[in-house]
């Protein structure tokens, strides 16, 4: 139910349970884990919020868009990055900004990020639809876009090595390039 709290499965030693985000008002769709006091569970209508071993706070992004938070990613010190509407968005302390949107397609589609990965340099790869996947170097974002109109629904990155995959469709990043990828 929208109104209700919502529900959050975590393991508890041997056993899974289901715990109560008592704070979160709307439907959850991605969760970010640093350990085991220090969780975040982004959703529906620019729901985040924070678990911090205790308890649950809401931590919603300031925006008067009502979309929902489609991937969440922290490192091990620094700013909670989310996908919120098709953005990069970033929380400083207590303060959400966009950090980063694709550049508008002369085709009047809308272009939209929908997933976040990050490799141990502290890279961040998203990937999102009309072919486009974007890149954060820890200075600055940079996109590509691959031919064709593919979704990447799924990102992942391991050393200098990127992969998106999507329906029909996979990409690998090498050497800084994007390519598509069937092998």
């Known amino acids: ?10 393991r508890d030693g041997a056993a899974l349970r289901v ?21 975040w569970v982004g959703g529906g209508v620019k729901t985040v919020c924070h678990f911090d071993g205790t308890g649950w706070s ?15 990613w922290q490192g091990p010190t620094g700013p909670l990055w989310a996908i919120f509407s098709g953005e990069v968005w970033r ?12 550049p508008d397609t002369a085709d009047w589609t809308v ?8 490799g141990a340099d502290g890279t961040l790869i998203a990937g999102g639809s009309h072919g486009y996947l974007a890149r954060f170097d820890g ?6 876009r691959l031919p064709g109109d593919a979704s990447y629904r799924g ?4 050393g200098g090595t990127g992969w ?9 990043l090498q050497g800084g390039a994007w390519r598509e990828s069937y092998q």
Do not use: K
């Open 58 to 72: 809401y931590r919603h992004v300031t925006s008067t868009w009502q979309d929902s938070i489609t991937d969440l």
């Open 155 to 158: 990102v992942a990155v391991a």
């Open 164 to 172: 998106a995959v999507g329906p029909a469709a996979r990409a690998r």
């Open 111 to 118: 272009p939209g990020l929908l997933r976040l990965a990050a």
């Open 19 to 39: 715990q109560r985000a008592s704070s979160c008002p709307n439907s959850l769709y991605a969760v970010h884990a640093r350990g085991p006091g220090d969780v």
């Open 139 to 144: 200075t600055a974002w940079s996109a590509s």
């Open 91 to 102: 929380l400083d302390g207590e303060t959400w900004a966009r950090a980063y949107q694709l």
């Open 1 to 10: 139910h929208p109104d209700s709290p919502a529900d959050v499965c975590c």
